[in-house]
């Protein structure tokens, strides 16, 4: 194994670029410098180590984690945000009964890290909308770990956000899951009254239906207490209407908008 110190401070970068093309062609002999104290790779060289790998070979998957929780150990939280970016620009890399397994191995590798990072990820107003769904079926694979915290604070961030159809579907989609990874009621009605704050920012009337249909089932009529009738439209009282019907709550909130 190649110790740090035998190699000048002024040819670390260099030393780096070459265990990258060793590993480009031999992964296993590049894996013991990765580990010796030279896993400070950039985004691009980190999300890199993927080109090579055979997803019908273990070894080469095992390899590629060492690698990662070497490179995650060595990054901050701006190198690594931007590592999972460029791990996603590459598009999608796995076997077929798991196609995003890299990514998959890249969180796994993140630790301890992994909420935060995936929560800063997937919050990004630049990233496109396919990047921001493989983000959240990430977190959807990692609910459990995750807590429900995370689905309190992302999903009504994720909400207003524009360009989201494909992310909105699957979050949307994901009821049951979210509704369990919520544990209480308490936390539910919170969702709920979160996602009613913001109601008026939703870009488009589908995800406000999303929206609608959630909360009612979150926690019913107690969901309508965040809406101000000078932020509703008639068009959203429709949205409302359809999900919870005619209720007093409503009723109440249209004369106050007629005031």
Request: charged share 25%.
């Amino acid at each position: 194994m190649l110790e740090r110190e035998l190699v000048p401070a002024n040819l670390h970068t260099a030393f780096i670029e070459a265990a990258c093309a060793t590993w480009s062609r031999k992964p296993e002999y590049a894996i013991d410098t990765f580990e010796s104290g030279y896993g400070d790779l950039t985004p691009d060289q980190a999300a890199n180590l993927i080109d090579c790998i055979d997803w019908t070979n273990e070894e080469n998957q095992t390899l590629l984690s060492r690698a990662w929780i070497s490179v995650a150990q060595s990054q901050d939280t701006e190198a690594q945000i931007q590592t999972t970016n460029r791990i996603l620009e590459k598009g999608l890399s796995g076997p077929d009964e798991e196609p995003d397994r890299g990514l998959r191995l890249w969180f796994d590798a993140l630790g301890e890290g992994t909420h935060s990072i995936l929560e800063s990820a997937i919050l990004q107003p630049t990233i496109n909308d396919t990047h921001r769904n493989r983000l959240w079926h990430q977190a959807t694979r990692s609910a459990d770990s995750l807590g429900s915290d995370f689905f309190l604070d992302t999903i009504p961030k994720i909400a207003v956000l524009s360009g989201i159809e494909e992310t909105a579907n699957s979050i949307f989609g994901d009821y049951d899951l979210i509704s369990n990874s919520l544990e209480s009621s308490d936390n539910r009605a919170d969702l709920s009254q979160r996602l009613m704050e913001h109601f008026h920012e939703v870009a488009t009337n589908t995800i406000k239906s999303h929206i609608a249909s959630w909360c009612n089932k979150l926690s019913g009529e107690a969901s309508l207490q965040k809406l101000t009738p000078e932020t509703i439209t008639d068009e959203d009282m429709r949205i409302l209407e359809t999900s919870f019907g005619r209720t007093s709550a409503l009723r109440k909130l249209e004369k106050r908008r007629q005031q």
